[in-house]
């Protein structure tokens, strides 16, 4: 153990609170708690109340008081709330508060949600089912943690402060970026010239591909990537897909080979409150790669509608919730495809289609160059934070003028 450092037992820092609303006039906020983003307002973040509609048995939050997941603390679900008011949580969570004198909570907030942390909860951990398994306020206020002094995780506190508000202005850059996106598209979108032509988005683009692989697929059986709307995010990108389905025939596939430039639609909504994604398939795809038949494929006529244009134009449909008006359904909202295609388009001359591509992805490439920024940054931290918690790497006494400084 490093010099200066000692052993603290949670519950020497912590007291269990978990006090229930009870009988109330007013409905207060209920909270959930991100691995993420910490605690936030439930109905903000799940887009929809999932609050029982009688909140009598949920615990309550007070500001600055702490709640983790019984069920989910293991994936980082711990945290205080920096709201300043109080709310309430479901009985699923468990509620403590701060009772550490020779500790700061700012460090613990770091400690508890790292590496280290998720590995003990994970390590003490109760319950045969993995996404079940729970840490109870016994084994939680039992677990045991080498901190450094006082002074030392003021520190650490202020030195990842730092890294995280440079991570914070980053974001900050490219929503900006990402807001002048969308007002530059809309503009450019409805500048409808002389020579634009007014036709429907079924009559630029085919949803009949062809032959699954081609003539040329060669074996029957096929090692093939599969994209589902898990890889699609809100600004139109696909990521890689996390597995690959093995030795799939040919005749089972209902879906089509992807190429660049595709486009995929997210057909089922899922709830009510959402529009449905749409993204393009980027350059330097997999070989062998199909999407999910929840998606719609959708390949653009090259001798009327440059395919990123018709991308742009449809996310731009997306993002403002003009999809909202082809869903149908319930519980389970399906986009009425018939309809979807059949939308007015005013289309641009190919080489105007192209120009108002070129614009928009200028400044698409800035938010990608700054979000890669941000997992640089976010890289950092991780490592930093590692090294740091550990006692692997020091920050001088000579730091301390600087946080007299400030």
């Given at each position: 153990m490093r010099?200066?450092?000692?052993?603290?037992?949670?519950?020497?820092?912590?007291?269990?609170?978990?006090?229930?609303?009870?009988?109330?006039?007013?409905?207060?906020?209920?909270?959930?708690?991100?691995k993420y983003d910490g605690v936030v307002l439930a109905n903000e973040y799940f887009d929809k109340r999932i609050a029982s509609?009688?909140?009598?048995?949920?615990?309550?939050?007070?500001?600055?008081?702490?709640?983790?997941?019984?069920?989910?603390?293991?994936?980082?679900?711990?945290?205080?709330?920096h709201f300043p008011y109080a709310?309430?949580?479901?009985?699923?969570?468990?509620?403590?508060?701060?009772?550490?004198?020779?500790?700061?909570?700012?460090?613990?907030?770091?400690?508890?949600?790292?590496?280290?942390?998720?590995?003990?909860?994970?390590?003490?951990?109760?319950?045969?089912?993995?996404?079940r398994r729970s840490v109870s306020w016994g084994t939680f206020s039992n677990l045991e943690f080498v901190v450094p002094s006082f002074q030392v995780q003021r520190r650490i506190v202020d030195l990842v402060s730092s890294v995280d508000s440079y991570i914070a202005a980053l974001r900050q850059q490219a929503d900006a970026a990402r807001s002048a996106r969308s007002a530059v598209l809309s503009e450019l979108l409805s500048a409808v010239g002389d020579d634009w032509i007014q036709t429907t988005v079924g009559e630029v683009m085919s949803t009949s591909i062809g032959g699954i692989w081609g003539e040329d697929a060669g074996a029957d059986e096929l090692d093939v990537f599969v994209y589902r709307q898990t890889e699609f995010d809100d600004d139109g990108?696909?990521?890689?897909?996390?597995?690959?389905?093995?030795?799939?025939?040919?005749?089972?596939?209902?879906?089509?080979?992807?190429?660049?430039?595709?486009?995929?639609?997210?057909?089922?909504?899922?709830?009510?409150?959402?529009?449905?994604?749409?993204?393009?398939?980027?350059?330097?795809?997999?070989?062998?790669?199909?999407?999910s038949n929840f998606l719609q494929l959708i390949r653009a006529d090259a001798t009327k509608c440059d395919s990123r244009f018709l991308f742009w134009e449809l996310w731009l449909r997306h993002k403002s919730g003009g999809a909202f008006e082809f869903q149908r359904g319930t519980n389970?909202?399906?986009?009425?495809?018939?309809?979807?295609?059949?939308?007015?388009?005013?289309?641009?001359?190919?080489?105007?289609?192209?120009?108002?591509?070129?614009?928009?992805?200028?400044?698409?490439?800035?938010?990608?160059?700054?979000?890669?920024?941000?997992?640089d940054a976010k890289n950092l931290r991780s490592g930093l934070l590692s090294d740091l918690l550990s006692g692997a790497h020091e920050i001088p006494e000579s730091y301390d003028r600087l946080l007299g400084a400030a």
């Open positions: 010099s200066g450092w000692r052993r603290v037992t949670l519950k020497f820092v912590f007291e269990l609170s978990n006090k229930k609303l009870g009988a109330h006039a007013t409905e207060p906020p209920v909270f959930a708690v991100s509609s009688r909140l009598d048995g949920y615990k309550l939050v007070n500001s600055d008081g702490w709640v983790y997941s019984t069920i989910h603390i293991d994936e980082g679900s711990i945290s205080r709330n709310g309430v949580v479901s009985p699923m969570y468990t509620t403590m508060r701060w009772i550490g004198r020779d500790d700061l909570a700012s460090y613990f907030e770091l400690l508890l949600t790292s590496d280290l942390a998720i590995r003990a909860y994970r390590d003490n951990a109760q319950g045969t089912v993995n996404r990108c696909l990521s890689m897909p996390s597995d690959a389905i093995r030795s799939v025939s040919r005749n089972q596939l209902k879906s089509r080979r992807l190429l660049a430039g595709d486009i995929l639609l997210q057909k089922s909504a899922g709830t009510p409150n959402l529009p449905g994604r749409v993204v393009i398939v980027p350059p330097g795809i997999e070989e062998n790669a199909t999407c389970i909202r399906n986009l009425d495809l018939k309809q979807y295609f059949a939308q007015s388009l005013q289309l641009p001359p190919l080489a105007e289609q192209q120009r108002i591509v070129e614009i928009v992805s200028s400044i698409d490439l800035a938010i990608q160059s700054t979000e890669r920024a941000v997992a």
